[in-house]
């Protein structure tokens, strides 16, 4: 009899320990840093940052290139219009006449084409004719050359604006000379909201050395250079615009 108590007392006893273990318990989870969140917002923002300031310095970069070659070629446009004048002769400059007359018959046929820009090529064209008369070959010549650079230039944007395409920078081979229609600023990218590098009075003279869709690259009087929207000038032609 007091050995089953003694059994029962030791099984009980067993029981009771092992009922009395401790549960282990999970690990608590930190709480969330809110700063680490931040940190890694601010490594994201500063790697944008770096992408962008690369991608304005190769803009950058390729925009003083262009600045250069066209530099370049108005320099050997120049060079080119002083032996033209040499050799101009009347047989020259009736020929260059002639190929102008037919580009600005296939202008005035076009129906996108804006009247005041066809008006401008004509102003060239009667400028070609009239330095012509006046037998200076020469000069006629240029104002044909203007003629067909003018006419290309509206042909171009006329082309762009139906294929939807990114317009490209294009020299003139013949510098085309022109006033300011009113009082205009000189930008210096071809965007409306690019710096303003100077305010041109109305009249002002211009001379236009490239275009970029409805943009031109200028140079005025005091050799500043810059871009305007070819809606804000006219064509200037020697003795016609006295």
């Not at 004509?122 to 070959?137: E, F, P, V």
């Not at 006419?151 to 171009?156: P, T, W």
């Not at 409306?192 to 005025?220: E, F, M, N, P, R």
């Amino acid at each position: 009899m007091l050995c089953g108590t003694v059994i029962a007392l030791s099984v009980l006893n067993i029981t009771g320990c092992s009922l009395l273990k401790p549960v282990p318990v999970a690990a608590p989870i930190p709480p969330h840093d809110p700063c680490e969140g931040q940190q890694r917002e601010i490594e994201r923002l500063q790697q944008q940052l770096t992408e962008k300031e690369v991608l304005i310095r190769n803009l950058n970069a390729r925009q003083q290139e262009q600045a250069k070659a066209l530099q370049e070629t108005t320099s050997q446009v120049t060079r080119d219009q002083v032996r033209l004048r040499r050799l101009a002769t009347q047989p020259g400059a009736a020929s260059s006449i002639a190929e102008a007359e037919v580009a600005m018959a296939s202008l005035k046929l076009s129906p996108i084409t804006a009247l005041e820009q066809t008006l401008q090529a004509q102003r060239l064209l009667d400028a070609a004719a009239a330095s012509y008369a006046k037998g200076n070959y020469g000069t006629a010549m240029d104002h044909a050359a203007q003629t067909h650079e003018f006419i290309e230039m509206l042909r171009d944007s006329r082309t762009r604006k139906a294929a939807d395409s990114r317009p490209a920078m294009v020299p003139f081979n013949v510098p085309i000379p022109l006033r300011a229609k009113n009082n205009i600023n000189l930008r210096r990218e071809p965007f409306g909201s690019a710096v303003k590098l100077a305010a041109l009075k109305k009249d002002s003279a211009l001379t236009a050395h490239a275009y970029l869709g409805d943009w031109l690259h200028v140079q005025t009087s005091d050799e500043r250079s810059g871009w305007v929207l070819n809606t804000q000038v006219e064509v200037r032609v020697g003795d016609l615009d006295r």
